[in-house]
Nanobody, 117 residues
Framework: QVQLVESGGGLVQSGGSLRLSCATS????????MSWHRQAPGKERELVAV???????RYADSVKGRFTISRDNARSTVVLELNSLKPEDAAVYSC???????????WGQGTQVTVAS
């Protein structure tokens, strides 16, 4: 059974930091590209950061220099470190696993990030 379980969300003051973690099981993690997405109320879901199976990373322009994505293949976990948080970063953050090029896609249930101004 495939599972992606996010944790680490919460309430933080503007300028603060959070560390989100996505623990996975049920699939061969090292073969998958991993990404974080977020969706704020009334807005479409957007890609935040991607780390592919080789370790290459890319970020949305809005989070470059503030967020860092990493993966631990031994623990089948992907982490998103959020720094210098802004109120506009508030959203539900979800992780996704995708096996390139045409493989399966799996989603976690999400974790809420709230940023107080």
């Amino acid at each position: 059974q495939v599972q992606l379980v996010e944790s680490g969300g919460g309430l933080v003051q503007s300028g603060g930091s959070l560390r989100l973690s996505c623990a996975t099981s049920g699939f061969t993690f090292a073969r998958y590209d991993m990404s974080w997405h977020r969706q704020a109320p009334g807005k479409e879901r957007e890609l935040v950061a991607v780390i592919d199976k080789t370790g290459r990373k890319r970020y949305a322009d809005s989070v470059k220099g503030r967020f860092t994505i990493s993966r631990d293949n031994a623990r089948s976990t992907v982490v998103l470190e959020l720094n210098s948080l802004k109120p506009e970063d508030a959203a539900v953050y979800s992780c996704k696993a995708f096996e390139p090029p045409f493989g399966a896609t799996y989603w976690g249930q999400g974790t809420q990030v709230t940023v107080a101004s």
